[in-house]
């Protein structure tokens, strides 16, 4: 069924009671073309990307829990494209260029709104880089615009400009950045898939890998063995654990990242926000919620849940930001795990077995990249190579040396 004004009107007038759901339940096949490990938003775009793409249909999307449990549901739900090296660049602008038409395209409303995304500076040192990420982002066609002390205060006059210790300069905005509601992105992706032919299985948890004379014959999982001629890991989090099912072992961490939901205030924050002198964004959603986040939990685990000291550190950046902020009750928080990579660059490419791939490596960016990063994947995986895209998000590259450090912070997963 297509949503329209006239399916609303239609079944508004039936009580809605005829609307059908968004997807199917199948059974698992014993065998399809391609296989995909994880339901979060990567693998569910990447399944929908692969039938409407490349035409291929006979796909499974296999997801332990249910979808939207990962962390495509527990995101901060930021979008943009300020990224200032080549191997990033192009990729993440793609994904916001697929952004702005998906709604359209999967026919689904995702709540895409482009409100902008501000980072904050607060020296002479930190002006000049973000004026070189501003200039990195022009040369490649995105916009970027470095604003005053005074023009930020136009839009945002509520943030804590003459903090004795990190007084605000200016910014760097992306205008066309902003926020998605991120499980109707989930949802989206799914509807698509399974529209196309795509079985979308959940409660399906992948045990183990089975190779044969170095190539994947299938997987076992809780719901029996499934075969595939093509294996497409894109667990997120998971990826470590997945992987060594192959006998790989990852360059990744895992570690957790907590995120937070205020109680509905009137409209206050116009767009995103985030603070330069420390780890801190903040935006609000469309319900009256500021939707915040910071810096990661600093250990690795699996465990999807943060500590309190965590929680005081968070708050206490976005106090510095905005003292209004210790009059506002937090409703809720909850952490996801982060697939932290060595140089903060996500992988997407083929592996050493012929017929198995790897997405994976998002870290605490991997939301704004799900169109593109599903778009790339099917590209990689129907034509066995990696698109210019993500030409530079090579697994090999830790061993060649050819990293892609935007933050420069080198091999330190808990600090990209
Ligand atoms: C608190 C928080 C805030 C964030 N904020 C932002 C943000 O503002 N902007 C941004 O760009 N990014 C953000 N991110 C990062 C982003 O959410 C992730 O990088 C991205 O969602 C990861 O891809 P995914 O959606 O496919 O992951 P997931 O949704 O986690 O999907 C992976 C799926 O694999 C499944 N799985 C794992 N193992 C198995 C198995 N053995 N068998 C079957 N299924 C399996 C899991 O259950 C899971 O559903 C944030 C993350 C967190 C936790």
Known sequence: MRYSIFSLAKNAWSGHKN????????????????????????????????????????????????LGSGNIGRNTTIIRSNYMLPGNEPFYEKSLQLWEGLEQDFNFNAMISQRGIMNLYHSDAQRD??????????IHGVDAELLDREQVREMVPF???????????????QRRGGTVRHDAVAWGFARGADSRGVDIIQNCEVQ????ENGKVLGVETSRGSIGCNKLALCA?????????M???????????????????????????????????????????????????DGYNSYARRGNLPTVEHVIEAGVSMIPGLSRIKVLRSWGGIMDMSMDGTPIIDKTHIPNMYLNCG???????????????YAYTIANDRPHEFNSLMRLDRFRTGYTVDEKGAGAQPNLH
Not at 36 to 64: D, F, M, P, R, W
Not at 129 to 138: L, P, S
Not at 208 to 211: A, L, S, T
């Open 19 to 66: 609307w059908k759901p968004a997807w199917r339940e199948p059974e698992p096949k014993s065998s399809y073309d391609v296989v995909i490990v994880g339901g979060g938003g990567h693998g569910l775009s990447t399944a929908y990307y692969l039938a409407k793409e490349h035409g291929i249909t006979n796909v499974a999307v296999l997801e332990k829990s249910w």
């Open 236 to 244: 997120a989090g998971n990826s470590s654990e997945v992987a060594a």
């Open 208 to 211: 183990g890998i089975k190779i």
């Open 362 to 376: 998002w870290c605490y960016g991997g939301f704004k990249a799900t169109p593109a990063s599903g778009w790339c």
């Open 129 to 138: 880089g973000f004026a070189r990420r501003g200039n990195a982002m022009r």
């Open 159 to 173: 943030l804590d400009f003459d903090n004795a210790r990190f007084p605000i300069q200016g910014a760097l905005i």
């Open 246 to 296: 192959a006998g790989m072992k990852l360059p990744l961490e895992s570690h957790v990242l907590q995120a937070f939901v205020s109680e509905g205030l009137k409209p206050y924050i116009p767009n995103v926000v985030t603070f330069g002198a420390g780890h801190f964004y903040v935006s609000q959603s469309n319900k009256g919620g500021l939707v915040f986040g910071g810096d990661l």
